[in-house]
T-cell receptor, first 108, second 114 residues
């Protein structure tokens, strides 16, 4: 069955620095979604990527879908304390399969 | 608009007791999902419904778990009998589509089995 692997599991970032989290699927995906979960909260949808090689930006967040539609990345520039939380990718064939998430902490 | 509503927010009970978690999806959403989240296993899909019909229950851990959706605005997840290893946060989510539309999550039920 479809498996979605996400790395790193933890990311400790100095405020102001950039970081990237990666998502890899064992199968080709029809699309991929990204979610953010704040500590004590619930996952909240951020974005969906559909096309091969697609790149989308939300302010300091850049999302990319690989050419083969088997991997994706989320890059955050100039990390802020508001970026704290766990970022999940979720790959789609006929249903969503969530990765394990990257938990981000920020050093002020 | 109201989001996905789950109740209770917290539940603490002794092992062996029956636990019932409740969910009201967003009006108009055809799909409803139940997830379990733990530190060890992450976010696991337990079961999902389309138009009140269970489509995939392959994630349901064992026979102690059951889920129903008697109508478009209500679903329950029941654990009977409960065990300490069932302690987790249980999320309900709903969407217009199983795979191509965003899922909207409720605030979750934090379940502790003593």
């Amino acid at each position: 069955g479809q498996q979605v692997m996400q790395i790193p599991q933890y990311q400790h970032v100095q405020e102001g620095e950039d970081f990237t989290t990666y998502c890899n699927s064992s199968t080709t995906l029809s699309n991929i979604q990204w979610y953010k979960q704040r500590p004590g909260g619930h996952p909240v949808f951020l974005i969906q990527l559909v096309k091969s090689g697609e790149v989308k930006k939300q302010k300091r967040l850049t999302f990319q879908f690989g050419e083969a539609k088997k991997n994706s990345s989320l890059h955050i520039t100039a990390t802020q304390t508001t970026d704290v939380g766990t970022y999940f990718c979720a790959g789609n064939d006929y249903k969503l399969s969530f990765g394990a998430g990257t938990t981000v902490t920020v050093r002020a | 608009d109201a989001g996905v509503i789950q109740s209770p927010r917290h539940e603490v009970t002794e092992m062996g007791q029956e636990v019932t978690l409740r969910c009201k999806p967003i009006s108009g959403h055809d799909y409803l999902f139940w997830y379990r989240q733990t530190m060890m296993r992450g976010l696991e899909l337990l079961i999902y419904f389309n138009n009140n019909v269970p489509i995939d229950d392959s994630g349901m851990p064992e026979d102690r778990f059951s889920a129903k959706m008697p109508n478009a605005s209500f679903s329950t997840l029941k654990i009977q009998p409960s065990e300490p290893r069932d302690s987790a946060v249980y999320f309900c989510a709903s969407s217009y589509d199983s795979a191509h539309q965003p899922q909207h999550f409720g605030d979750g039920t934090r379940l502790s089995i003593l």
